[in-house]
């Protein structure tokens, strides 16, 4: 699959499972209003002035006038109280559903509304709903409405229907009962305030006839204690000509709610909110279209993964995100247009973490066939330098670097393999291949060829080893023990056996890679390289030798499981001076913990 057609994939699987899960499910719901409510935290939205006040049943009012429910006489002492100042209307937020056990108190209260000119009263009535059916309309089991007295009075329904988090952010604009529209308070308190009928066709309602009601943070309307009121305490001028709701301001009266912008806000406010809207048409616009918010930012997070390095891309990702919600937020302050921003921003941060997840699995799914396969051909320790550089690391050159070195050739083998079958060859040198690349890696060196039926080894490179002499040496050792179960069976099925001979040295060498672009070895070259070479052939079969140096930084080591014998000096090709030698014994019989040198 080619990396553009699994692109494409993740933006479409992304995108349709987004998609069903923004339209189809609650799934982004809860956090959606979570950022609905932020951003009517966050806004700057000024209302125009309001001619609205608020009337407040509140504890000053409660204590001084005694507990509630009050006597219908003292709503009438009100009303004769404010009449003089000629309100526009006079809104009430309080049920006036049951008659008074004096019938002289409500004919006295419809009097006294009725000194008001017509329709400038409003009452309220509410609704006893079923539980949403699936049909996803609401249906009423009883109507709640004002005395018979007041009848004759407009009234609206106060119903209020909680979003699932029990947040109150939509208004219920009205509803059908026995065919018949019941519209909400807050309709009629502007129809009688403004003397005209809303434009309907200018609200964006929902499946249930709610509209978003534009709470704004801060915004307090005028208010007023009942109390104060009634007792002549409030300035004329402050009432006069207004738009006057009445209702209970006091936790104890349980009207309550949570908004957007206020954890409790009392019914009477929220009512006071929606009126002002409705008055001066600020109404929200839902912007839609969130299948192309989503699809766009799910290709933008897939450009950020392809082009950008992790660090730059995830800046960007929060780049992106950031200046998608300063968008919504202005798009709400300037406009009262909402935007849906949860699903495009999962959208945004799910399409660039499956990509960068997904190139990482394949990366270590390339990165393991890798090690799997070249690991074959070269040393681990080589393959991870390859794979940790990259391609940009991998240039013609070495570096001079201190290291042991490690030769090996198999003795006698000529004369064995003429007795055995070219298959039967093959199989021999990989088995004694297989243990001297084991015995190598075990000690943390790195197999740098196969010669033929030799054997090429260096330690301290690429990567640096501890004492790196002493497993050089303890490598050679291992090698000859593990020879001796190959050489027995060799005996007993050709009558022929081989030998190992071993040659260690350690010096400064140029280590790197060696060769040409098109071919790279990675390899070790130099004096302390050929003298080990020489080493190895002047030893005898099942013979180690090594170098006056290695013997040197074996001592230093105290590695005393170590036995070697002092061999003199022999003259070696490519060396005007004699070189001291050491032999390293590896039979068990031969395993004295003690360094003998005979000099």
């Not at 040659?503 to 050929?530: F, H, K, P, Q, S």
Request: with cysteine; net charge negative; aromatic share 10%.
């Amino acid at each position: 699959m080619t990396k553009k057609i699994r692109v494409t994939m993740i933006a479409a699987i992304l995108f349709l499972c987004i998609q069903l899960l923004n339209s189809y499910t609650s799934v982004f719901e809860s956090v959606e209003n979570l950022s609905y409510d932020l951003r009517w935290m966050a806004s700057g939205v000024v209302p125009k002035d309001s001619d609205i006040v608020i009337i407040a049943i509140d504890d000053k009012s409660l204590q001084e006038l005694g507990r509630w429910p009050w006597e219908r006489k003292k709503h009438t002492q009100l009303l004769e109280k404010i009449a003089p100042l000629k309100p526009r209307s006079v809104v009430f937020d309080i049920m006036f559903s049951e008659s008074s056990p004096d019938p002289a108190e409500d004919e006295a209260l419809a009097e006294a509304m009725e000194k008001f000119q017509a329709s400038q009263v409003v009452l309220p009535e509410y609704a006893q709903f079923s539980p949403i059916s699936d049909d996803g309309k609401l249906h009423v089991e009883n109507r709640v409405v004002p005395i018979d007295n007041l009848q004759k009075f407009p009234s609206g329904h106060i119903n209020v229907i909680p979003d699932p988090d029990g947040v109150v952010r939509k208004g219920l604009y009205s509803y059908s009962f026995e065919g018949k529209i019941i519209p909400s308070l807050d309709e009629q308190a502007v129809e009688s305030y403004s003397g005209f009928q809303i434009d309907e066709n200018k609200i964006p309602f929902d499946f249930l006839n709610r509209w978003d009601i534009p709470f704004i943070k801060g915004y307090s309307f005028p208010v007023y204690s009942y109390s104060d009121v009634l007792n002549g305490r409030v300035p004329k001028e402050d009432l006069l000509d207004k738009l006057i709701i009445i209702g209970p301001m006091s936790v104890g009266l349980s009207d309550h709610y949570a908004t957007p912008v206020q954890n409790l806000m009392y019914g009477v406010e929220i009512h006071a909110h929606a009126i002002d809207a409705l008055l001066h048409d600020r109404f929200l616009v839902h912007m839609g279209a969130d299948w192309l918010w989503i699809l766009g930012l799910i290709l933008i997070g897939l450009l950020l993964a392809h082009y950008f390095s992790m660090r730059m891309g995830i800046i960007l990702v929060l780049s992106v995100a950031v200046s998608y919600s300063l968008l919504s937020l202005y798009l709400l302050e300037q406009f009262f247009i909402v935007t849906t921003m949860v699903a495009p921003l999962a959208a945004l941060v799910l399409s660039y973490g499956s990509n960068i997840g997904l190139n990482y699995f394949l990366e270590r799914q390339e990165r393991q066939q890798v090690t799997r396969l070249f690991g074959r051909f070269v040393a681990p320790q080589v393959v991870d330098e390859i794979l940790r550089l990259g391609e940009a690391g991998i240039k013609l050159g070495g570096t001079r670097k201190y290291i042991s070195v490690l030769f090996l050739d198999v003795r006698g083998f000529t004369p064995l393999s003429e007795k055995m079958q070219p298959e039967e060859i093959v199989d021999v040198l990989n088995s004694f291949f297989h243990d001297i690349t084991k015995s190598i890696f075990e000690h943390g060196g790195t197999l740098d060829k196969f010669i033929g039926d030799a054997v090429m080894a260096i330690f301290n490179a690429p990567l640096e080893l501890e004492n790196h002499e002493v497993q050089a040496v303890r490598t050679a050792i291992q090698i000859q023990r593990r020879a001796q179960v190959i050489q027995q069976r060799l005996e007993e099925k050709y009558g022929r056996t081989v030998a190992f001979g071993i040659g260690v040295n350690c010096g400064d060498a140029v280590v790197g890679n060696i060769g040409a672009m098109e071919r790279l070895d990675y390899t070790a070259i130099g004096d302390t390289v050929n003298l080990a070479a020489r080493l190895e052939s002047n030893s005898k079969p099942n013979q180690i030798i090594i170098s006056q140096r290695v013997y040197e930084q074996v001592i230093a080591a105290k590695a005393n499981d170590i036995r070697m014998t002092y061999m003199g000096a022999i003259n070696v090709k490519g060396k005007s001076e004699p070189v001291e030698i050491y032999e390293v014994h590896h039979k068990e019989e031969d395993q004295d913990p003690v360094v003998v040198v005979n000099s």
